[in-house]
């Protein structure tokens, strides 16, 4: 039974240790569970709002950790708006404190990605079969390209994109993925649809058409999703615009896998703190990674 | 002895639980005492910044809500500025998830009233033969509308509430109280006077007068306090505004029990969320409510 | 060991206290280290923001700190931009509760000064024959005061003050310190070099020149370091504004200790706190004070 489904949601295996949410780009949801993940391992947190931290100040990003550092702590969950930023910082300290990458700019989210790959075994059972469709803003979404990288790893032999061609980042297929313009044409016979979240500014930088056209063309709607196979699931990392990437009546449907993708997030960073916590992370070796361990 | 207290002020009945304190309407107070209750009664709390969360991405409340219950999270404090709003999430949530309705537009306040009601039955003993009166903003105020249920409730044979007629719902006596718009007659003989905090923008919509005149006719003084009974005490839920709705000789006078309120409100706080959690809760029976049980 | 080198950092020494934060001045880096030092101490921690708290509802200082105070809260860590706040609510609460002065206004910040006798006496063994400076926004600084005051508590021989003279008190001898405005002659020979930090606000107020000019003067170059004496060390209470008060190859360089600082920070943040909530803190006895009992 996991912690999550205990009459004690609780376990010791970070009592003692702090854990600073870092979090220099809003984000409710995703620094939720960290501390949610973070509490059930019996870990001290502390949450460095950084609309009115020393970086507010002038201080670098490096300062602020170097202090904080200091101060004896153990872990960093970093989210930032800058790509590359917890690279930066993972590279500045000292062996024993751990960094988590909660999200940095367009480049990476790795737990987001790591939550949809156990997920996503959860209900397939294995990656070697299997078609993948990531649709929506395939250029911005650090979602999408942690998602590219961890279904290619693994071994999906087909991954497709699906975006109008302004949010198609040039040479996609370069990172193994095949690129459609037309959702119907890429949905035909997959096995797991993510869908992603498309912010609402691109409109303004006339890079897609209106939302009513929008969800016309890339919506995911019950009429679409029969194109898909017929037990493929559909996933989409949160928070939804219903109505604009999908249609009420999908995100709430028998196939909706979205609500499971939360549950499971909570589960895979819980996982991801022990494990780095224990140093016994072996990144080098895929073979032993989080995912595979813990499915 | 309570829990407040101990030496060490903490019980372990809500180990391993995840409170969840969703705040939509700012109020450092409630929010505050709230957390305290939770944290005495050993639970993880997760203070979730509204401002910031994933409804102001347009994410609707109940969406928040689905995600959150995903994380398995165990109880809702929910504040909102539409009536109405935690009984929503409860009608939408599996019935293990507890839900508290910390004040909802200008519909309810229930945890206010039943540290109030507390408060009074420590006060006076029983509800049988009290005179109570409530002074101020009854239009707008969730915390009147649930204190008059509560008294009614309980018993108490005459509610008055006093206000100017721009500040009284239409038809009030419906409720059961007596209307006063002279302050001095509803005072006559009451043994509980309950003053309510006046917003000050009330005073652009142009529904009262001045400050000064406000405080003139409606607000309380050791003058007008001598028209209660001797041993009347006086309550306000706070924040108080001195010199508007209340004389500073009054609110640290010593018949003023605003104090013993706050005290109050942890304990009942407490109270509520070791029920509701123990799914001991038996609302439809009034004779086991919460309040006399506590008493 | 100190508790923060430990595997598990936690002593139950204030386990079931609850300690409030109460930042009516936005500090991070402050706020954080009580956090974690109270988190440390086993203590519940209550962030309390002032942004939205009711003191913004025109609620009095008083008022805030009755409220608090009356749901059985322990301890108050408080900033606030008004000099004496600290003070004025030590002198308004009963004796149970205790009050810790986290910075009011340009008065005194007690516990940074603490850390940094710590962090001296950790270095230089004793106060006895030492040489010290402090150097930049003397007037300004409620950390220069409360160093001033140490270090002539402890028995420092030579104090000094380097600044602009617009930037110093008037009559700043009267502190028992010597002023300097040539930095150069005021590095002369020191033991210990404080930097303060420079508000870039300042600079509008036309009381300093450019941030060239005052780096020139004024800023801690490694060939100003050369003037004091070979093991003279560097301090800084953070956050640092490198290239204007600082040059980065003195501030991470050999004699700097200022990440220490930050470290000693917590440990004597944890045992201040853990002093006055046993109540043993006999501040009126210099020779029994935390500072030489925990060096």
Known sequence: MSVGEREIKKVPLLRGKTVVNLFFESSTRTRTTFEIAAKRLSA??????????????GESLLDTIRNLEAMHTDLFVIRHSKSGAAYLVAQHVPPHVRIINAGDGSHAHPTQAMLDMFTIRRYKGSFENLKVAI??????????????????????????????????????ERLGVHA????????????????LRLQRERMQGARIPSEQEFFNLYGLTADKLRLANKDAIVMHPGPMNRGLEIDSAVADGPQSVILPQVTNGIAVRMAVMAIIMAGKAKLEKPEQSSIRKHA
């Open 44 to 57: 001290d947190v502390i949450n460095v709002d950084t609309r009115v931290s020393a970086t507010n100040k």
């Open 180 to 195: 459609y313009t037309d959702m119907r044409a890429g949905l035909e016979g997959v096995d797991v649809i993510i869908m």
């Open 135 to 172: 649709v929506g803003d395939i250029l911005h979404s650090r979602v999408a390209r942690s998602q590219t990288h961890a279904l290619t790893t693994l071994g999906v032999p087909e991954v497709r994109v699906i975006a109008p061609r302004t949010l198609l980042p040039t040479a996609v």
